[in-house]
Each structure stands twice: as structure tokens, then as C-alpha cells.
């Protein structure tokens, strides 16, 4: 069978290339599921402004859903690659066979569980008596296609890891090209509005869902998906690997809780202004921060297969070029934002006030966004090798530094200061994880020749 890429032999840079860019691709494009939603919510006519503020407040508990996704599929995902790398096809299919098992009981539990305490959720998160109907509205039908948005994402990875990243990229696109048909479909010309976003949403997971579970099902990829063999140890193995992007997931939904919370108590009349704001910034922040984790999260298969291949110059020249790319992409972003925000601000809302006050909140909360890239790629070279002891607490340091700065500059210099948060978490944390992984290169190095004989062994 001839892979679409040959993770231990093809040269380093263009492999990074060829997996990273359609990685890259594929989370812009997904971040058009939550983008298109918001676009044409805040354009519904009289309660678009309304209406987008609870779709917001819907964010959070979105983002912590998706993030049991990434506690599987990244969890897994690197496990899988580097069991392939040593020549261990079998155990990397019972490694699958696991993870898919464990998907599907975690959204079952997933969708019982928010339908049952949405109400409360939804107030803690920050909707007020005007947006709650909204958010409820959304968060209901979102919460019915829990299955397909984990499955989805989550196995997704699995199809990454085994060098198929072209396939991975069209199963995100997939999904978006038929949210963005669907929405303007059910929002405006059905009359559904919020509640017609959501439907769109949910049949948009499906598709992707299906074509997911089809090619991993199928004959063409190494490891596919299996029944059986299902064990504790490697369930446990794989949480504790995915602990990292699950912990950055799911407290950037606290996150973002805080902030509204915070705008709320701070901006009196204003606050839902400033809610719908946010919302705003923070779909500007997922075009940085997903695709820029898509580059990141996609190459994380060649750390780890040549890490169990035993090949550390390797490891070093991916980790070389994926920070390049990083970079280069959040530059762009830094100019987007300075200098663009005001188009991009006008597309989701035609309220002036709304709009002004989303170019600040963009302009100061992309500030650190170049440091951001080292970040990224250390804390998902780490996971993508299983060194969860450092990816670990190096993702959360920068969730600790976020939550110091917002409870305390807006108390300092004005609501406003909130969003300043984001930029102060983005320019200290990455000083300290490029220290972490320059002083640890060589250990690095040392674990991944301890790998070689293994490896030899397995092929022979």
C-alpha cells in the first residue's frame, strides 16, 4: 500500500509541509462552523445584536464539549503513531479500538448531562434574562449532535497520525461547506433563526462524522477501526496523554465564562454590548488559535512516529520547520489585526457600537499573538512524544497568568483591561516553555535512540 506520506523517510521539511498545511487549511475552514453561525446570527433583523450575545454565551460550553474530543483523539492519536513508528500495527489498532469505544460513551454521558442542567449552565456562563432564550434556543439542538461533533473531531486525529492529511483536511471541509449552505438556509428562508444555526450545525457534524467513520472503517488506511481488546491500561494511557490539550480546551470554556462574567459586573448597562464583543474578538482568536493548533496538532504524527522509530535528528528538523510556519502564520494575524479589524468587526454585526468596541477588544487582545506560536508548537512537540510531564503543566501556566491579569487589571484600568488578559498570557508563558524545551533537546534526543533497538526489533 503506498501511504500519502512516508513519516520516517520523506525529507523533513516537505513532509512537514504536505501534513501541516492541509491541517492548517482544515481548522480555518472548521472555524467557519462557529464563524458563519455568529455571522449571520448577529445579522438577524431587530435581535441580531441579542441574539449573537447568547450564541456567545453558548461558546464555552461548546468549547468544553469539543475538548473531550481532543482528550481522546490527541490522547490517542500519538500513541498510535508511534506504535506504528516501532512496527507495532496491531497493538496501534487496539489502541484505536479503544479510543472509538471511549468517544462514544463520553458523548453519550456528554449529551445527558447538558440537556439535563443546560438552564443553570447557560446562567453561570453569562446570560442574562435577555440573551438566556437565545442561548438556550442554540445550546438545546447543539447538545442532540454531541456524537457526531466528538466523533467527528475526535477521530479525525486518527486519520492525521497515519500520514493522511489530505483526507483529514476534507472531512473538516466537508462540515463547513455545508454549514455555510445550510445557515443562511434554515436562518432566514425556514424563519428559524437561532434555533435554525444550530440544525444547520449539528447535520454539517453528521456529514463529517460519516465520512470519517467511513475511511476508518475501510480497507485503506493501516490501522482502522476494530471491536475488542478493550483494557483499562491503555484507556488510562491514553487520558493521561490527552490531558494537556484536553486541560487547554476545556479551560480556555472557563475562560471565556470568566471574561463574560467579568464584562457583565464591570460594564453595567453595557454589558451585553460588550458580551457581543467578545464574541466577536473570540471568533477572530479561534482563526488564530485553530489553524495555527491545526499545524501544531496535525505534525504532532511525525514527532511521534519518528520518536519510536528512534530518529531524533528528525524530531529536531520537524520541530525546526513547525515553529516557522507558527510564526509566520501568527505575523500575518498580528497585521489582520491591527490594521484589518474593522471589516472583520462589520461582517458579524451592523450595530456601530458593538463594532467599535470589538476592534479594541481585537486589537488589544492579539497583541502577544507572535510569541503564541513558540507556545503552540512546544506544548504539542511534548504530547505528540507522550512527555505529558512537561506539555502538562507548560499549558497550564499560560491558563494561570490568564485568570491573575482578569481579575485584576480591569480593577486597575477599566473594564476595557479584560481583554488585555489575553495578551499578557500570550507573550509571558512562551519565554518559559522555550527555556523548558532548550535545556530538555538533549533528554529528548536520548529517549527517542532508547527507542531504536525496539523499533529495529518490531520491523525485523
Sequence with gaps: MKLENDLGRDPVRSLVLRIAIPSLLAQFVSVLYSIVDRIYIGNIPEIGSLALAGAGVCGPAVTLIASFAFLVGIGGAPLVSMRMGGGRTEEARTILANCFMLLCAISLALTAGALAFRRPLLVLFGASPDTLPYAMDYFTIYVCGTLFALL????????????????????????????????????????????????????????????????????????????????????GRVV???????????????????????LQSKGGAAGDQLVAAATICQSFMLVVTMPMGGITGGTQTILGYNFGAGQPDRIQEAEKWIVTLCLIYTGVLFLIAQFCAVPFTRVFTPDAAVSSLAVQAIRISTMGIIPLAVQFAVVDAFTGMGMVQYSLPLSLQRKVVYFIALFTLPGLLGVNAAFLAEAVSDLIPPVVSTLVYWTRRNWVNRRALEQLPAARLSRA
Design 240 to 262: 493521561l496523554m490527552g490531558l494537556a490539550p484536553f486541560l487547554m480546551y476545556a479551560i480556555d470554556s472557563v475562560m471565556i465564562i470568566s471574561l463574560n462574567a467579568v
Design 152 to 235: 467527528s473531531t475526535g477521530m479525525n486525529q486518527f486519520i492525521i497520525c497515519q500520514g493522511f492529511a489530505k483526507k483529514g483536511m476534507i472531512s473538516v471541509m466537508l462540515g463547513a461547506v455545508l454549514n455555510i449552505v445550510l445557515d443562511p438556509l434554515f436562518i432566514f428562508v425556514l424563519n428559524m433563526g437561532v434555533r435554525g444555526a444550530a440544525i444547520a450545525t449539528v447535520i454539517s457534524q453528521f456529514g463529517s462524522c460519516l465520512y470519517v467513520l467511513c475511511f476508518l472503517f475501510s480497507k485503506v488506511p493501516p490501522v482502522r477501526i476494530t471491536f475488542g481488546g478493550y483494557q483499562a491500561k491503555i484507556l
